[in-house]
């Protein structure tokens, strides 16, 4: 998995604090597997609105983003008021589609969970691919996430 590579002139690894609350554990008080896609998709959402781009103002264009392809990685589990940050990099940029590679680290700098996500853009009403809006691309490979 390329997880960890940051590819160097397109972003910085944009950094999301996480804490774990007891709805996200199981019985044992660990963090609950689905609760890891979770966290990736806050902090995707947040690096997004940290260049201004507001999925809600795309909602109502009928232009919406779409998980296509996920690989992901359980190393080793967080617990009940774990704090936890999710790093995400954005590991390939195309017109439609968006590789992010994240990961969700404890205090230490220890990898819990990776993933790596492939992103599509779509058309809301015809549920089909469509470009990224060109203020999107360009925010994304000039911004400092």
């Not at 230490?108 to 691919?129: E, F, H, R, S, W």
Request: hydrophobic share 40%.
């Amino acid at each position: 998995m390329g997880c960890g590579i940051n590819l160097q002139g397109l972003s910085k690894p944009f950094k999301w604090p996480v804490t774990v609350y007891y709805e996200d554990t199981d019985a044992g008080g660990v963090v609950y597997h689905s609760n890891y896609l979770k966290f990736f998709e806050r902090a995707r959402t947040e690096m997004l609105r940290s260049i201004g781009v507001s999925q809600q103002v795309l909602l109502e264009q009928s232009i919406g983003f779409v998980v296509r392809h996920m690989e992901i990685d359980f190393i080793q589990g967080a617990r009940l008021d774990d704090s936890l940050q999710v790093i995400t990099n954005i590991y390939e940029l195309k017109r439609a589609t968006l590789v992010f590679c994240q990961e969700i680290v404890n205090p230490d700098g220890k990898a819990l969970c990776k993933a790596l996500v492939k992103v599509a853009c779509i058309d809301n009403q015809k549920m089909k691919p469509k470009a990224m809006p060109t203020f999107i691309l360009t925010e994304l490979t000039n911004s400092d996430c």
